[in-house]
């Protein structure tokens, strides 16, 4: 209770700028209030949804008939409401709503929601607090299979969203650290109905207040943490880190966060948590007091160090196949020359019958053709390897770009398909001619095969000034590929 001589503080402004997600419901589940961490999460806004139904704010996905969310969610807020006590729910899928601006639709999340009831002076059941942690990457991360890579790109990318959303976290808390420092007893009563840790202390990091979410997990009272008697709840590993790190930000003035481990209480485990103080100043600036939360983060811990193992799996198994590309190429180049030589050699003499000819012909140009692929395949191996060496010589590009075009000609006319050739009179340029014919044959024959009969492929070269080099460019008119895949496409 205020003592009289304090001004009152403005909790709906705590609770909006409350850097975790939230909602008030009323036991009907009307919503009454919302965080804004809840609204970017949930691409809703306050005045769409406050007075309205939470199920009618928050339906299923209509286009996922495996839907449950609603119904596990429904039968939560039932237990709520009839046991009167917290309820925490296990891990859910339950998919969002996309604005229409942003193409509509629902995209898919996962959720560790608890609601807790909150009651009023006479005893009444007045609200129902529901707090949700978006473990979304945590999920998509257990799935990963034979799409390990492209799973992990994208974790990669949601990494960096999470951790903007945790500086503009922190922007936020330091917008109200004005209001926080007028911030007493009132504070209190809120913090015991949160389902996290919430914890008050001196500069010097004497503690002065843990609600009883502190003391449920690591079963030590009030009166046996106030002070310095949160110490026995550490790692003995992280207390000294912790130490040096609270004494940076009583120094600096600056945000107080840091990773460590908790014992809990229940069964002796030591697990990861986030926490985070920041300063609570008066009127001139002078720091009064810290008041910091503690998220338990073990679970996304885990989460890292298994996509940690991933990477350097997936880094070992490219390591594996491009030796096996080097050594398989090496050996398969040897019998072939010896193939090759002796068959040349039959070749060059006069003593051959017309049938013994063609068939020494045959084996020889199908040996060739065998070589190619072995050389590119070595080839594979060394540009993987970082030892990929163009022999570059001076040519005449357009002449060696015309000839290769001219082999597509006969088959540009039997598909019926318009083959334009944009090509100067002469262009002289300094590349490796094996690897270039490669690249022109490459992209010309997969613009033939997949433009459709009567379409069109054209091929251009030309001399980009500006830049000293030279630019060849295939269109066709085919399906194209589509802008997600093209990266992995040319990678």
């Not at 809840?38 to 406050?50: F, H």
């Not at 063609?358 to 993987?384: G, Y």
Request: aromatic fraction near 8%.
């Amino acid at each position: 209770m205020s003592n009289g001589n304090e001004p009152l503080v403005d909790f709906q402004a705590l609770f909006v700028f409350a850097p975790d997600l939230y909602l008030v419901l009323t036991p009907e589940l009307t919503i009454v209030a919302v965080s804004d961490a809840y609204l970017r999460a949930t691409m809703t806004r306050r005045e769409a949804i406050l007075g309205r139904s939470l199920f009618e704010v928050f339906p299923d996905n209509p286009d996922d008939p495996a839907a449950t969310g609603t119904r596990n969610l429904r039968a939560s807020m039932d237990r709520v409401r009839e046991r009167r006590v917290p309820d925490a729910m296990p891990d859910q899928k339950y998919d969002i709503r996309r604005p229409e601006a942003e193409g509509g639709g629902f995209e898919e999340r996962w959720w560790s929601p608890v609601n807790t009831p909150v009651f009023g002076p006479d005893g009444n059941f007045i609200y129902i607090i529901h707090r949700v942690v978006d473990v979304t990457d945590r999920v998509m991360l257990q799935r990963l299979s034979t799409e390990q890579h492209e799973l992990a790109e994208k974790m990669r990318a949601r990494a960096e969203r999470v951790e903007a959303e945790l500086d503009r976290k922190a922007a936020h808390w330091r917008e109200i650290e004005s209001q926080i420092q007028e911030c007493r007893d009132e504070i209190f009563s809120l913090a015991e109905a949160l389902p996290e840790v919430v914890w008050t202390a001196r500069p010097d990091g004497w503690v002065d207040y843990c609600n009883q979410r502190w003391c449920d997990y690591t079963g030590l009272s009030v009166a046996q943490t106030q002070g310095w008697g949160w110490g026995p709840a550490l790692h003995p590993d992280d207390l000294q880190k912790c130490i040096d790190r609270w004494a940076v930000s009583v120094r600096t003035g600056e945000v107080f966060e840091i990773e460590y481990r908790f014992k809990r209480a229940s069964d002796g485990v030591f697990r990861w948590h986030l926490g985070r103080a920041m300063p609570v100043r008066d009127s001139r600036g002078k720091i009064l007091k810290w008041f910091g939360t503690c998220t338990d983060i073990d679970e996304q811990k885990k989460a890292e160090e298994e996509r940690r193992l991933i990477y350097e799996r997936l880094r070992d198994l490219d390591r594996q196949k491009t030796v096996f590309f080097a050594n398989v190429s090496h050996e398969l180049r040897t019998p072939l020359t010896l193939i090759l030589g002796p068959v040349d050699k039959l070749l060059a003499g006069g003593s051959l019958s017309a049938a013994d000819r063609a068939a020494l012909e045959t084996v020889a140009r199908n040996a060739r053709i065998l070589l190619e692929h072995v050389n590119a395949l070595l080839d594979v191996a060394k540009l993987e390897a970082g030892r990929m060496q163009p022999e570059r010589v001076d040519i005449d590009l357009a002449v060696l770009t015309r000839v290769l075009a001219s082999h597509f000609e006969s088959l540009a006319s039997e598909r019926g398909t318009s083959f334009t050739i944009q090509i100067p009179a002469t262009l002289p340029a300094r590349v490796d001619p094996e690897k270039m014919q490669r690249i022109v044959l490459n992209l010309l024959a997969n613009a033939f095969k997949f433009t459709p009969v009567s379409g069109k492929v054209r091929l251009t070269l030309r001399d980009d000034a500006d830049s000293g080099r030279f630019v060849l460019e295939v269109a066709d008119s085919g399906p194209g590929i589509p802008s997600q895949h093209r990266h992995t496409a040319f990678e």
